[in-house]
């Protein structure tokens, strides 16, 4: 799938899911995450950070570039973009903004907006240490593959809720990170 192809699908395809969420009643801090689509050697890929160990808030976990909504911001794109420019030096500019996805309520205390975006360019990555230890490609393809999505079922205070994962190389991408990437693929498949 070429970038051109990735986004009449998602521009054209109605959103038919959504991602399962902490119940309405949670509480959640505003927050915004990017899906940055990057071209690579004729090959989409997304970009995932991953968080360094001495975070307060999901140390060591893969998540996409974002954070939370400061009062400075415009709006919730503007949220994604600013936090991916401070995290790996992804300037706004250099992004197309596809669209965005609902927002999902996590029971860590967030309500987490996902923003979806093509980048332009190949950029040099200015990691910030205070937030991010890693960047890092994976082709969409890999993700796109249903064999490498899965699910489980955990417990909490009684209900029931689908937990995503996905392992990939030395990596295990789970939680809200691979929920998204779960609703995103299944919103460009053709099938």
Not at 12 to 31: D, E, M, N, V, Y
Not at 123 to 140: R, S, T
Request: proline letters at 6%.
């Amino acid at each position: 799938m070429n970038k051109h192809e990735f986004t009449l699908r998602y521009n054209l395809h109605r959103l038919r899911s959504t991602i399962t969420s902490a119940p309405k009643s949670f509480l959640g801090r505003q927050a915004a995450v990017l899906i940055a689509v990057m071209e690579v050697d004729q090959q989409l890929h997304i970009m995932l950070t991953r968080r360094p160990m001495h975070l307060r808030h999901h140390p060591g976990q893969i998540s996409f570039p974002g954070g939370k909504v400061e009062p400075n911001d415009r709006d919730i794109i503007h949220t994604a973009l600013r936090e991916a420019h401070e995290e790996i030096g992804l300037q706004p500019e250099n992004v197309d903004i596809l669209g965005i996805f609902p927002a999902h309520k996590t029971f860590t205390g967030f309500e987490i907006t996902p923003v979806v975006a093509m980048v332009k360019q190949p950029f040099e990555l200015v990691l910030d240490p205070g937030e991010v230890e890693d960047c890092f490609l994976v082709p969409l393809n890999f993700f796109i593959e249903r064999s490498n999505r899965h699910n489980m079922f955990h417990y909490r205070h009684g209900a029931r809720y689908q937990v995503h994962f996905m392992p990939f190389e030395d990596k295990f991408i789970w939680g809200v990170t691979a929920a998204i990437i779960d609703l995103l693929c299944r919103h460009i498949d053709v099938n």
